[in-house]
């Protein structure tokens, strides 16, 4: 089928309209600087004309370990940007056939297609300790998003079977399970999450020296699981707390170094090991001390910060 | 003096040897088809003739919204790879002009450069004061890793065109200029580099109450001077240093919110803010905790750790 498709596509692109016929961009709704992707929203007069809205995704491609010395051999055209001691940075032009961009078009493209690659603002909060007490806290009481689905892990009423490890301890125990975002194919992306039984942790803000057993605990116990599970040291692993978390019972993450795991970034994760060593060291830590997190344009948190802070 | 090069460089391109004359592939040292990068180990004939082991590393330019639009106007040469309903996708290949690659050469190239940049399996360390002390300390006072460019940034001797900000204060100003991995065309991956003026700070374990000056001037002063030149809001910015650093010289990270910026990790990167707290909090702060930090196989420090701790 999917062969068929090419062949059909294939043979008639002599005949059939040029997919980007008459491109008017009409907005950038995306970019990636890091992954050399842009997502654009553009009108193409190829489409029927009731329906050409486009849209239109490009990405660089990866290099090609077979083809990166063509790049590079017969003095390629480089333009110097700076030089310093033995460092040159030049900007090369290579020739199209060696450098091409993978370029999907989706049309017609209706309204949820273009909303759906629509970048969001992202803000900085520094929330100090009275900021969680008037904002944040409030939010979090009285937002609606169930966590059902946590508790029916937690009493084996849905995914059971896909749990790792359990410490039952209704105080200090916790289920490790993997996250949804991880296939279990290959460890090279590994994520699983450890889910405390304890219930009314809200997140990092409510730790105190109590939990020291239970945080205790899930590293080192969720550490040895999944080296007997996946044969994975310990050493090779990034284990952290987000703040804010994406749901308000307290769990934390396990996920491979090397692997950049969306949300393993600095604003928004904290080392389970210094989370330990804060709380040791001063059992007041997280109660008191301003927590700094980004939120998107779109979290109804943003928007109650806006409304009584000047962010 | 940079601006000489510069002009040497550009106007001799033609006379002067190709930086790249010879070019001979010897390895491929690591690739990232995310980042759309390569690191190469190469030999060429630019260099004097018992030096001429080059690292090159190339990295597909992000799309800048200026030119983005001349991708895809004319009817630019596709070629179909699949259609299935609305989505098709193709290879495009774009006039070199609108699609360079980023061309790093450093060239001689040392044992220590090509290590560097070659793809190792990564360790977790959680180096306490006393490692720090009979380990890291004297690692870092024994290494030869010249930061000889640093100095040339300020004393201006180097890429004094591209100084963005300064603060000339020798014992509490800073140089800000653009991170090389930023080609400063769009302010997506926005990254500069603040450099602090007073030596012999060699990284977060050095700072104190004596520092809070500086690391104040670096976070206000830094932000304000961004706001002024790129118009990026301090709310969107990530300001952070590294520990383990690459150099040891006290220098702050500013990157964008929304572009994870290598480097920028929870296991290496350490919020400024979160850094003056810290320290105002309790003055031992950095030179009692224990830090924790991620190692790659060929770097000598871990080399070091293994010897003499249980890794």
């Known amino acids: 089928m999917r062969r068929d498709n090419g062949n059909v596509s294939t043979n008639a692109e002599a005949n059939v309209q040029h997919p980007l016929t008459g491109f008017e961009l ?13 997502f654009l929203h ?3 007069s190829s489409g029927s004309e009731n329906c050409n809205d486009a849209v239109i995704i490009l990405e660089k491609t990866p290099f090609q ?6 790049l590079l051999k017969n003095d390629p055209e480089l333009k110097l940007q700076l030089k310093n001691d033995i460092y040159g940075v030049y900007h090369l032009s290579p020739s199209p056939e060696l450098n091409e ?35 944040t806290l409030p939010y979090i ?26 410490n039952p301890d209704p105080t200090n125990g916790f289920v490790l399970i993997p996250d949804f975002k991880w296939n279990q194919k290959q460890v090279e ?26 945080l205790k605990n899930i590293l080192e116990e ?28 307290l769990h934390v993450h396990f996920t491979v170094l090397g692997h950049d795991a969306p949300g393993s970034s600095v604003e928004r994760a904290h080392l389970l090991c210094d989370v330990i060593q804060n709380i040791e060291s001063n059992p007041q830590y997280y109660k008191t001390r301003t927590l700094t997190f980004a939120l998107r344009e779109d ?13």
Request: net charge positive.
């Open 26 to 38: 009409k907005a950038v709704l995306r970019e990636s600087a890091r992954d050399k992707t842009i």
């Open 42 to 44: 553009g009108k193409v």
């Open 65 to 70: 370990m077979d083809t990166v010395s063509s």
């Open 101 to 135: 961009i993978k370029t999907t078009v989706i049309c017609p493209a209706s309204e949820k297609h273009i909303k759906k690659y629509l970048q969001q603002e992202v803000y900085v909060i520094h929330e100090t300790e009275d900021d969680y007490k008037a904002i």
């Open 141 to 166: 009481e009285s937002q609606s998003f169930s966590i059902q689905w946590v508790y029916n892990i937690l009493e084996k009423k849905a995914e059971a079977e896909r749990i790792v490890y359990e």
């Open 189 to 214: 992306d590994l994520y699983l999450i450890a889910i405390c039984h304890q219930r009314g942790i809200r997140s990092l803000r409510d730790l105190t020296v109590d939990h020291l057993p239970l």
């Open 222 to 249: 969720g550490k040895e699981a999944i080296l007997k599970r996946y044969s994975i040291h310990g050493n090779k692993l990034r284990i952290y707390l987000h703040y804010q978390p994406s749901y308000y019972h």
């Open 299 to 311: 979290e109804a948190l943003l928007k109650k910060f806006k409304e009584l802070r000047d962010i």
